[in-house]
């Protein structure tokens, strides 16, 4: 008799785990405290309910690394993505739903499963051990109580606080003819070879303007349910750090000292603005000490105004928000195991992707790798060339596990972007003529795109 799998949590990621299981013909238990324990952002008990924006983003499958992210998940079947098909609303290129509508069609569909049941009531420890193939699905707001279980035996701290996001670069966005490569004052450090930030230089006047630009930006408030959660020494955001007076940043994240303008060796710039890289690839750097509040249209904005990134092109905006997410290069393994005990698998929000569709894909994954487990087959990852396979690479191995001063690891959870693909083959002409650089990266995206559907449709026959 095969054992079923216990999913923990049905939201977006919960859902999806529990429906590619039972597609796959293994009998599946769902169990959501919702019910019979609320939460503080929850209006409903609906499964999969959406507690803030009702878009799923871009829907464009050739030129949009989201859209990419759809498109293989309606290949894999995914529930969640049939659902919005039937739910949507206009919304231009994205893909949005109605809401209401959306969660209740997920809700009678898993209820109506064959496989599934559906428990409620919540879990306040870890799983029992007679439970063998475990999902825990419960995202950024996991019970306190079982939080405190994941966290004992995890070892890890700061499982559940605000979550410090420094903005994201795409590196070809750079201008390198502003900035340059090096580290403060020539230091190697481990694996490091001593050029190993990108520093882009500000004069006074420069610094002065994006102080006051800082200051005046509009910042998005805490939800009530953050309020009670502390900022850390360790990572305030920079506008605050502003506001404690003009020179803290100077002296802070933006401190010149050390370095030398490689385009410019005799003039000293008055602060500098380092970025380091996130990925493995190379293809990412966030911009250091940058975590903010500042809300996204204004970041674009005043960030854009240091030398060399006026053209920057985000991976992902800074934000400063509470969190639960484990340290996952270092916890988990590619089929999204616990290490230290592979009976339990993570999805979702937990896992350190953000976003509806990255939790709903992770879900997707791991609800086939339980299925893999539960029939005694093997299950690999589909390749990081692909979206699914480069969200897994990310929260798996594929960033940098550096740590600064307090020994906090830096990683952060990410939406899909393109930076987390190997970087492919662009044309640089095309019937004999040279692309532009418009061109060129419509062609990139493409490439990214028409790559990642063969490999995927590769990897799910």
Partial sequence: MTHPIHIIGGGMAGAEAAWQAAEAGIPVVLHEMRGQTKTDVHKTDDLAELVCSNSFRSDDKDNNAVGLLHEEMRIAGSLIMAVAELHKVPAGGALAVDRDGFSAEVTRRISAHPLITIVRGELTGLPPAEWDNVVIATGPLTSPA????????????????????????????????????????????????????????????????????????EKTDFKEWEKSTPYFDGCLPIEVMAERGPETLRHGPMKPMGLTNAHNPTVKAYAVVQLRQDNKLAT?????????????????????????????????????????????????DEQLRLKSQPRLRFAGQITGVEGYVESAAMGLM??????????????????????????????????IAMTDNTSKQTFQPMNINFGLMPPPEVPQKVNGIKLNFKEKAGARKQAYTSRAMADFKAWIA
Avoid at 171 to 177: F, G, K, P, Y
Avoid at 297 to 307: E, G, H, L, S, Y
Wanted: proline fraction near 5%; charge should be neutral.
């Fill in 146 to 217: 079982l939080a405190a279980e994941i966290q004992k035996l995890t070892g890890e701290e700061g499982l559940a606080f605000f979550d410090a996001i420094a903005p994201i670069v795409h590196r070809e966005s750079i201008d390198m003819e502003k900035a340059w490569f090096q580290s403060r004052y020539d230091k190697v450090g481990p694996g490091g070879t001593g050029k190993d930030y990108i520093n882009c230089p500000m004069d006074k006047a420069q610094y002065e303007a994006f102080i006051d630009a800082l200051i005046i930006g």
């Fill in 284 to 332: 990412l750097y966030n911009i250091v000490g940058f975590q903010t509040k500042l809300k996204y249209a204004d970041q674009v904005r005043v960030f854009k105004t240091i030398p060399g990134l006026e053209n920057a092109e985000f991976a992902r905006l800074g934000g400063l928000h509470r969190n639960t997410f484990l340290n996952s290069p270092k916890l988990l």
């Fill in 366 to 399: 791991a609800g086939r790798a339980a299925a893999a487990q539960a029939k005694g087959v093997s299950f690999t990852s589909p390749p990081a060339t692909t979206a699914h396979g480069a969200l897994i690479n990310h929260i798996t191995g594929g960033h």
